[in-house]
């Protein structure tokens, strides 16, 4: 162990560590994605995809010209419905939001697999441009085959559920007038004594 602490290459690595960790603290933006991918399955047999990206800057100073672009969508699979698969904004405050998204259609059957949207922004302490990625999505089963959701259950609920609910509760009613209470019951022992 006194060997690795005397060791200068450890040591070197150390202090890098602890500047690196120094400059991270920084006056600095840091960009934070997370992308969200749903589906959603419409009644003529078509399958929709809609598409969330919100970018944090959970830093300590504003980030400029910010720029998102999300081209893992190919065009011979999707069709953009509505929205685009990029977006700019002029500036992102520190512990600022911003949210992006848009709507696409599914053209073709199987596993896709989204790779993260590239976000770009500016540093004013910096000439080159930043880049931050978002979180990957899940993989998404396009227009595969599912179950028929049990929705028989749910139009027998909402038909008769008005009618099933005051039975409950006249049912409720006539059990605890049936009952007898443990206070009358305490009382009827109490006598008995």
Do not use: C
């Amino acid at each position: 162990m006194a060997t690795l602490i005397g060791n200068p290459l450890m040591k070197a690595l150390v202090a890098l560590l602890l500047i690196s960790a120094a400059a991270a603290t920084g006056d600095a933006p840091f960009i934070v994605a997370h992308k969200k991918a749903s589906l959603t399955r419409l009644k003529s047999g078509a399958e929709r995809v809609s598409v969330s990206i919100d970018i944090y800057n959970q830093g300590f100073s504003t980030a400029y010209d910010v720029s998102l672009v999300d081209d893992s969508w190919p065009q011979d699979a999707f069709d953009v419905i509505s929205g685009n698969t990029s977006q700019s904004w002029e500036r992102l405050d520190a512990g600022g939001l911003v949210s992006h998204s848009f709507e696409l259609e599914a053209k073709r059957q199987g596993m896709f697999y989204s790779a993260p949207a590239v976000i770009t922004f500016r540093i004013p302490t910096k000439a080159a441009l930043q880049e931050a990625y978002s979180t990957p999505i899940l993989p998404l089963d396009v227009l595969a085959e599912r179950p028929p959701e049990k929705k028989f259950e749910r139009r027998l609920l909402a038909k008769y559920g008005s009618q099933i609910s005051v039975i409950l509760i006249v049912v409720l009613f006539i059990y605890m007038i049936v009952t007898p209470s443990k206070s009358s019951a305490l009382k009827a022992s109490k006598k008995k004594h």
